[in-house]
């Protein structure tokens, strides 16, 4: 017994310095090899792109700017879109007919958002299309400047933001922005404007799921209250309700109304 523990120790002892050696050896390269390599391909002077902002003189960037710069610009893309389009109201009273149906993953998540994406362009297309005329052509065409680009575009998304939001939500946030009362809707500040729009967006999205949840939710109860009549109550009363929901869901044409109130709403 003492010699076959005295094979296992020296075993695991050679086990050890191996991974241990092992471990060293790739230290090494890793420390070792990039040095050598950047040594003998990176030139002395990192290549840089010369950009002009404006009308001012140009700025040399570096690649790994412009990389940072264009990952920052993507990362807050969707956070954009979301806070200044129709997309939220749209997800989330997909997500609550889902959750009427009481199926997890049917319609999965890819098709719900490609649908509320979707819709958002085409809800959104007049507002892109006049800041693509007011300021981004012109701009291309270099008619105006890019300060006076951004702020003939952001007219138009202001305004869209503005016929949907509440005034009570717009003056939630000027109290706690400690703002003065605007006399026009001009004078709004956009960091108001977008999370007042964001609430009542949410708002009108919780309403719409209200109404999308009744007829479902009176279709449980009855399929409950007769199940328990029946004493039938280890049976899910969700397996029974499905067929019948699915069913009153494609006669009343279900896609047709929730999506095309969805879209008339922002008319």
């Not at 999965?108 to 490609?114: D, E, K, R």
């Not at 009542?200 to 009549?229: K, N």
Request: no cysteine; charged share 15%; hydrophobic share 55%.
């Amino acid at each position: 017994m003492n010699q076959d523990l005295i094979k296992k120790r020296r075993a695991a002892r050679r086990l050890f310095i191996l991974v241990l050696s092992a471990l060293i050896g790739t230290l090494v390269l890793f420390f070792a090899l990039p040095q050598a390599l950047f040594a003998q391909t990176v030139p002395a002077e990192a290549p840089s792109v010369t950009l002009s902002l404006g009308e001012g003189s140009g700025e040399r960037f570096s690649v790994a700017i412009q990389i940072l710069i264009l990952l920052t610009v993507l990362s807050l893309a969707p956070a954009i879109f979301i806070m200044m389009t129709s997309f939220t109201r749209i997800i989330v009273v997909l997500s609550f007919m889902r959750q009427a149906f009481g199926t997890q993953q049917s319609p999965p998540n890819q098709v719900l958002i490609g649908l509320a994406l979707f819709l958002t362009f085409l809800v959104m297309a007049p507002v892109w299309q006049q800041v693509n005329t007011e300021a981004l052509q012109p701009y291309l065409e270099d008619e105006i400047s890019q300060q006076d680009a951004l702020d003939l575009a952001i007219v138009p998304i202001r305004d869209f933001m503005l016929k949907q939001v509440r005034e009570k939500d717009l003056s939630l946030f000027i109290k706690m922005a400690k703002l003065p009362q605007p006399k026009n809707p001009s004078d709004l500040p956009t960091f108001t404007v977008i999370p007042a729009f964001m609430i009542s967006e949410l708002r009108t999205a919780f309403q719409i799921g209200f109404l999308v949840y009744l007829p479902f939710l009176v279709i449980d109860i009855v399929v409950a209250s007769i199940l328990m009549s029946m004493g039938m109550m280890m049976l899910p009363p969700v397996m029974i309700s499905l067929p019948f929901k699915l069913i009153l869901f494609v006669l009343a044409d279900g896609w047709y109304l929730v999506v095309g109130s969805l879209v008339k709403g922002f008319a």
